[in-house]
């Protein structure tokens, strides 16, 4: 037996419209659309939240350019100056 294919034309379709046509037929729900009748703004939200580190001095210009020390080698082995700009 093979597939029936409808076409079904949906003017006007709100989210929730659209919402429950996807739920019903998933994955076999195509959209010849033109244009788009639901902002994107509508459905798509984007928060953005970066991790502690990432917003922190540590990941600074000024930060990087510190770690650079003119003469490192003066400072002993065992203090970070010494080797901060290969870290």
Known sequence: MKPELRTITVLDITPVIFNE??????????CPCSKVA?????FVN?????????SSIFVSEQWIQAL??????????????STANSQ
């Open 21 to 30: 046509t996807f739920l019903k037929y998933g994955e076999t729900l195509s």
């Open 38 to 42: 639901i902002p994107y703004k509508d």
């Open 46 to 54: 984007h928060t953005i939240t970066y991790h502690p580190i990432c």
């Open 68 to 81: 650079y020390v003119e003469d490192a080698s003066r400072y002993g082995t065992g203090d970070f100056r």
